[in-house]
């Protein structure tokens, strides 16, 4: 593993419109981890966006703990990105 794989870091997100009050953080991590979330994110067709400074507020957070409110238009942000994806691939 190179030295940039150890700086990298990932965070996965889901929310339940029908049980969460907000979205929450089901997957964190860096280094193998990080590259570990985002394979299977893409093994998944989950869509994947960059965003360095979430990630690392969202590092941050415990397992399944939701998002506090100070992050809400940061990651309201990330799922509208999501929803443009899957709306054109759905075309």
Do not use: C, W
């Amino acid at each position: 593993m190179t030295e940039d794989n150890y700086r990298k870091k990932a965070a996965a997100l889901q929310y339940d419109v029908a049980t969460d009050q907000s979205p929450k953080v089901v997957a964190a991590g860096k280094g193998y981890l990080a590259e570990e979330i985002m394979e299977r994110a893409k093994a998944n067709n989950v869509p994947i966006q960059s965003d360095p400074t979430l990630v690392a507020l969202l590092s941050e957070l415990h397992i399944n703990e939701e998002i506090p409110e100070e992050l809400y238009q940061a990651v309201a942000e990330v799922f509208a990105y999501i929803y443009q994806v899957d709306k054109q691939v759905s075309k």
